[in-house]
């Protein structure tokens, strides 16, 4: 149980274009969800929360109109990433907060994608 | 910042075990603690959680003292496959805030 998965896994697109990642819930409800960007030998880095039904919330330095999230369902966000820059090459990696999670903080973590940007 | 304090990198041999210690000096009554793998090119994978004493799965042990300012994960008679980055994660002190702060994480290097 408690899977997570993105959709693409990996993806090429070229500098200016526009590119969605899918994140889902396969078989609990997320209330929450997060997104994460994590650069070669980096530790994972917070970009923003997804929360069902209402705006993200983004960190600090992350631009919203650039990195654009919606949380249609319990069990789906997604990430577009807008006018692509090589810069924006990353590993996206999104998780997911089961419903009613509280002081144990359960998350789950989607495999990645693999964005690359020309 | 994250909370947690970890060690680098380890480095050990197939069939040792490995033990992996993270600093929490700060950490709240209510909090779990809760360690994560990571393999390249992968997300993470929640490998035991706990909140005192002693914890223990298939996977590994999670031995937690009882002033709770650190934690060990043991990892018994490692294999090459258990080559990967291991994060140690508290929850975030905003009571207010649902996500979790990735440190730097321990890189284990087991070798043949």
Known sequence: ?118 | LAKTTQPISMDSYEGQEVNITCSHNNIATNDYITWYQQFPSQGPRFIIQGYKTKVTNEVASLFIPADRKSSTLSLPRVSLSDTAVYYCLTPPADTGRRALTFGSGTRLQVQP
């Open chain 1, 1 to 118: 149980g408690a899977v997570v998965s993105q959709h693409p896994s990996w993806v090429i697109c070229k500098s200016g274009t526009s590119v969605k990642i899918e994140c889902r819930s396969l078989d609990f409800q997320a209330t929450t969800m997060f997104w994460y960007r994590q650069f070669p030998k980096q530790s994972l880095m917070l970009m923003a929360t997804s929360n069902e039904g209402s705006k993200a919330t983004y960190e600090q330095g992350v631009e919203k109109d650039k990195f654009l999230i919606n949380h249609a369902s319990l069990t789906l966000s997604t990430l577009t990433v807008t006018s692509a820059h090589p810069e924006d090459s990353s590993f996206y990696i999104c998780s997911a907060e089961p419903t009613g999670t509280d002081y144990s903080y359960e998350q789950y973590f989607g495999p990645g994608t693999r964005l690359t940007v020309t």
